[in-house]
């Protein structure tokens, strides 16, 4: 399983990025694929991911109505819209994929099997 992120970068607060992940080595049709993020000196979080088995999307609550999620069954990759964005926003966000086909709650307690190496988003004015 490999994931590549892409698309980092420093923005202004309510500005907007779009994350892309690359994915490669494994069945994409029959995987979850999320995005989580870890700011210094915090914990790891889910933040949404796309289930490619049966279309589900979760996202967590502090991202609603501001990030959007979707899969590319054509080039096999993930993308990650994020509008609107907040200097809580910052943190590395790292792709990550899972077999299985749990809800995103699950997912984003528990985590997922495989995750890229990530790419740093900085909010800031």
């Known amino acids: 399983v490999q994931l590549v992120e892409s698309g980092g970068g420093m923005v202004s607060p309510g500005g907007s990025l779009t994350l892309s992940c690359v994915t490669s080595g494994f069945n994409f049709k029959d995987y979850v694929i999320g995005w989580f993020r870890q700011a210094p000196g915090k914990e790891r979080e889910g933040v949404a991911c796309?289930?490619?088995?049966?279309?589900?999307?979760d996202y967590v609550d502090s991202v609603k109505g501001r990030f959007s999620i979707t899969s590319d069954h054509n080039t096999n990759t993930v993308t990650l819209q994020m509008n609107n964005l907040k200097p809580e926003d910052t943190a590395t966000y790292y792709c990550s994929a899972d077999p299985g086909d749990y809800i995103g709650a699950y997912y984003f307690y528990y985590g997922m099997d495989h995750y890229g190496k990530g790419t740093l988003v900085t909010v800031s004015s």
């Open positions: 796309v289930s490619n088995v049966d279309g589900r999307i």
